[in-house]
């Protein structure tokens, strides 16, 4: 079955600056990739997502990569501000429209103002 | 719109003891996933429904967890005798049906965090 792996656990930026996190998957036939974002005492959310038929997404200071061939996908943060402070988690899912979401460990992400 | 909901947002049990974890799903979603986080690893999935109907229960650690969905609306998953390692944090998330048009947003609920001392 499927296996994402998620890197690093922990990452501190000073404000301002940009912060990457990084996934591997294992499934070929993976083809959704949602990042979901979970401030502490509250719900997953879904920040971004991207599909297997783009190698890029950008919504304002979030985007994500794509690239298929060596199955990872990024997340990358610009301009950090102190409320990007959370738990991000990555996921992948076959592209069968309803299957369940596999996702890596998570990142805990500190901005420091 | 209301969101996911689940209840209890906590709960702290003996081992051996029995408890139950509710989920109601947004309105109209007929997807229907429990997921459990245990402290420092994965969202890992439990269980998923459609409607009323189990579609994947691959997840499911053992056969002290009981899931149901009557009536294809909320659903309630229980553990029963519970052990030290049930604890973490239970969370249930729902979406529309999709057929072929690929995974949506799946709409996650705050979480359960179930204890057992």
């Known amino acids: 079955g499927e296996n994402v792996e998620q890197h690093p656990s922990t990452l501190s930026v000073q404000e301002g600056d940009s912060a990457v996190i990084k996934c591997t998957y294992s499934?070929?036939?993976?083809?959704?990739f949602p990042w979901y974002k979970q401030e502490l005492g509250k719900r997953p959310q879904l920040i971004i997502d991207?599909?297997?038929?783009?190698g890029e997404k950008k919504d304002q200071r979030i985007a994500v990569t794509l690239n298929k061939t060596a199955k990872h996908f990024s997340l990358h943060i610009t301009e950090t501000q102190p409320e990007d402070s959370a738990v991000y988690f990555c996921?992948?899912?076959?592209?069968?429209?309803?299957?369940?979401?596999?996702f890596g460990k998570g990142t805990r992400l500190s901005v420091i103002a | 719109e209301a969101g996911v909901t689940q209840f209890p947002s906590h709960s702290v049990i003996e081992k051996g003891q029995t408890v139950t974890l509710r989920c109601d799903p947004i309105s109209g979603h007929d997807n229907l996933y429990w997921y459990r986080r245990v402290m420092g690893k994965e969202i890992k999935f439990l269980l998923h429904f459609v409607k009323e109907s189990k579609q994947d229960e691959s997840g499911m650690p053992n056969n002290r967890f009981l899931a149901e969905r009557t009536g294809g609306t909320y659903s309630t998953l229980k553990v029963q005798p519970a052990e030290l390692e049930d604890s973490g944090v239970y969370f249930c998330?729902?979406?529309?049906?999709?057929?072929?048009?690929?995974?949506?947003?799946?709409?996650f609920g705050q979480g359960t965090r179930l204890t057992v001392v």
């Open positions: 991207i599909r297997s038929n783009v």
């Open positions: 996921a992948s899912s076959p592209h069968s429209g309803n299957t369940p979401l596999v």
């Open positions: 998330a729902s979406s529309p049906l999709r057929g072929t048009m690929g995974n949506t947003e799946a709409f």
């Open positions: 499934d070929s036939a993976s083809n959704y």
